[in-house]
Every structure is written in C-alpha cells, then in structure tokens.
C-alpha cells in the first residue's frame, strides 16, 4: 500500500476513532456530571404532587400534609410548600410555614433570574390548584446547586457548564496528534534506520540488510537497498577474488618465465662456449632451448588470449573447414613429443572428410590447449587419443587418456580462469588453458563436457555446430 494511501486511511481512522471516544466520554460525564434537577423533572414532580393532592381532596391542613410528604421524602432537597390564596402556608416540607404577602411571592419570582447565580438561591416554581371555589399554590423551591449543570445554563447563562465538554474535547482534538505523532514517528524510524544502513555501506566492512516487509515506499526503497546490499557483496568478492587472481598470474608468470629463461641462458652459453661434449649434446642443447623457448611463446600467446577474451577483441574468422585435415597436421606435430613420453597415440578419423564452419586456428589452439594438458597431466595413463565424430548437426571431437583425471569436486571449477587443481606446484602452468579452451567452444556456439574416472579414463568432449 502506498503511503498516500495508508496516510488517508490512517486520517479517516483516526477522526472515526476521536469520535467515537468523543460521544462515549462524553455521554459518561454527563452522567455522572449532569446529574441533579432538571425543568422537566420538577414539573412531573409537582404534577405528580398535583394529581394526589386532588386524588385525595385533601385541600384541608393534615390531608395536603399526608399527600405532599411522600414526595418531600422522596426529594428531600426539593422544598415543598402549600399555600392558601391569603398567603398562608398550610403545609411547608422545610417546616418554616412562611406567611406570604402577595408582593414578597411576586419579589421571589421576579427577582430569582438576579439571584439564581449566588450561593444558597433557589428556583421556585408555583403552581395552583381550586377546590371548593379556593385557590391554593403549591411552591416548589429548589437550591440551585441541585440543578443539573446543563439547566443551569438556561436558567443563569453559567458557562461553567461546558466544563463538561472540555475533557471528551481535549481527548478528541489528542487522539488525532497522538495517533498521527506514533505514525510519523513509526516512518521516520524506518527512515533512519535505512539512512544508517546507507552510512554504513562501505566496500571494507559488511553490509547490512535490512528487514522491512511492508508493500508502501519506504519498504520499496529498503529491498532495492538490500538488493543493492547484495550486488556489492558480490561484486567485492569477484573484485578480491581477481585481484587474488592477479596475484597468483604474477607469481606464477614469474616463475614460468624464469625457471625456462635460466636453463635457456644455460644452454646458449654452454654453446657459446663451446663446452659440448659432441655434436649429439649440442643438439640436445639446441632442442631444450628450443622446447623451452616454445614454452614461453605459449605462455605469452595464453595471456595474450586472455586479455582479448577480457576485451572482447577475440576476433573470429569462421570458414568451412576440413576438421579431418586440421586434426591429422596436429597429431603429426605431436607425434614428435610422444616419442618421447612412451605414450599409446590413437588419432580416430571417419572414412569420409568432415567439414564444419570454424575459425581453424582457434580450433587449433583449442586442441593444443587439450593435448598439452592431457600429455603433461596424464602422462602416468601412457594413452593419448583424439577422435573426431560426425554427427547431423554436429561434430564431436573428443580428447582422451587414461592419466591421474580430475577428481569430481575439481570438475565444476576447472575451467575458471587461473584455477589449478595442485595450486601450490608451479612451473605446469597458469591455469588458464581450459578457460581459453571454453572460451572457444563457446564462440562457435558449441559446448564442452568433462567426465574423469583416474587412471581409466578422462575425456573432453568438444561438441560444435556444424554451421
Ligand atoms: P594449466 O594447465 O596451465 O594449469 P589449465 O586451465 O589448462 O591450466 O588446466 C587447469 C588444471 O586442470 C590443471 O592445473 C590440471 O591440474 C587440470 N587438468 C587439465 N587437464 C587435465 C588432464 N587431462 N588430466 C588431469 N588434470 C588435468
């Protein structure tokens, strides 16, 4: 939910709920507020009184004294009188029987608006009543205090009345501010913590997430806060992981380069020398410079390959070619390095030529990469085959021996960049061919899959589109 929204919802809430909190306080407090006498209550009172006065004919001394006292009784703050139409009080509840001339009674009714307001005054009400052709009153008086608060008003225009309204007002005009105060309170803390979180991101030190599930902005901006969390995470690992990387192509370049360079020197001065036993061990000579020299160049032409992979400037120039050819050139180039290794070479060809759309000299490099690694890793296994298949679509070529394999937890990374099974030997290599291997398959669309049983059998297997 948006926060628009919730803020609407949340107005709306609030103003139901100061009004429902309103009413109920307010319904309360006159309760237990305005209690006391109302207009309306002493008039039914004094009907009441009326009624049972003449019920009773009782108009006479003792019989308006047993009408009027039940009432006295029940309403002992009201006083009530009976008066005889001279002004003598026949029947007085507070027992003072005042004897009333007519401007004194007409003083009382006259002057109670001016007095009401003053401690100890009262409101009286008259009324009259006739038996016999006589005319009685009966006066009903009633201390102001014991009035309700809200009659008060319309009898002395007290504004002491709407006291009563000021609590459920006060509470009402909160509820709003208190409600609204913990909401924004509630956002801001959200704001803050994200803010912190944001202070905090630094390539050095940990991350840290935050949790926040709601669907409004602020819950928006801490997932994509988080997401971005995670992108650093991962991009600070892949930059340490290179950075190691480099590191490890340093070392090993160095030493790669050094170890074949020193014999190099070697030899070269022993020829220049001339301290060569015979022309045989100046051959030997002349071929160890020579391999070592091979070495090196290939070192160079892997890193060199690398960093146009890294560049993108891998250039490609596929034409249809005659793989069967390409294959057999290899093999006789390595049929030289085998003799030497006591080494079973089996080069497996169709009957018939195949062709494919490929850049050979990739291709080329690609089954060197191969062999290399398959003569100088498994070499124990004394077998070395390549075979090329020809399928529909495809063509398949597969390099195999029969050496030390990989083992399947090495399986999945060994075509990382500078990955190494043994990293700690050095001068094998730098753990870059099979990279640069994949990298080709996969500029020709193709893909390579790996499968290794130690000693019985490892084999790559190239498969590439035709066209
Ligand atoms: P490098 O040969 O320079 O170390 P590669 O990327 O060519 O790098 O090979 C990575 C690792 O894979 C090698 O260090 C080696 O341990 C392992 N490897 C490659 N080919 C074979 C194979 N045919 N038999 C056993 N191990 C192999």
Known sequence: MKLRTKMWIFVIFSYVISLVVFLILIKTISNVANNGYSLHIMNNIAHSALESAQEQQVFSKHG???????????????????IASDGTAIYDSSGIMKHYQFKELADRFLDMRYTLSTEGNQISLAYAAEQNGETYYLLLGLPTNALKPGQMYFYVRTFSVFFIFALPILVALLIPYILSSWYFYSINRRIRKLNMALNQVNIQTNVMELKDNSKDEIG????????????????????????NNRKLLLSNLSHDLRTPLTMMLGYAELIRTGQYKDEKDLQTSAKIILQRSRYMAKLLDQILDVSRQETDKLEIHFSSYNLSELIRKIASDYLFVIDEQELLFEVALPEMEVFAFIDASLIERMLHNLLDNAIRYGKDGHFLQIELIEEEQTVCIVVKDKGVGIAPAEQERIFDRFYRVDRGRKG???????????????????NIQLTSIPYEETTFLIKLPKN
């Open 64 to 82: 308006i004294e047993s009408a009027l006292t039940p009432f006295s009784k029940e309403h002992p703050k009201i006083r009530f009188e009976w």
């Open 220 to 243: 928006h901006l801490t997932r994509h806060y988080n997401d971005m969390t995670r992108r650093i995470r991962t991009q600070v690992n892949q930059i340490e992981q290179l950075e």
């Open 428 to 446: 094998e290599g730098l753990g870059i061919g099979l990279s640069i291997v994949k990298g080709i398959v996969e500029a020709h669309q193709g």
